[in-house]
């Protein structure tokens, strides 16, 4: 992966592989495990009564995953 992705880049490429009908473990595996903005390893929690896997990324914001998809808090 490309050391100057952003976190954009990063998000759309998880966005672009949900929509292709990738799961979570094949995202981890494929796109994010390794990547230079990875900090650290998922972490699961339930917000709103809802499963979300969150990321955290070097920038201190975190990648969340949710069966809806992918997205940067």
């Known amino acids: ?3 100057h992705d952003t976190v954009d880049d990063l998000l759309r490429k ?3 592989a949900h929509g292709r009908g990738a799961d979570f473990p094949t995202v981890w595996q494929t796109i ?3 990547h230079p903005l990875i900090a650290g390893v998922p972490i699961s929690h339930i ?3 809802e499963p979300v896997l969150s990321v955290p990324l070097i920038t201190r914001q975190h990648l969340d995953y949710t069966e809806r998809g992918y997205s940067i808090g």
């Open 1 to 3: 992966m490309p050391a």
């Open 14 to 16: 998880c966005v672009d």
């Open 32 to 34: 994010l495990k390794g």
């Open 47 to 49: 917000v709103r009564g």
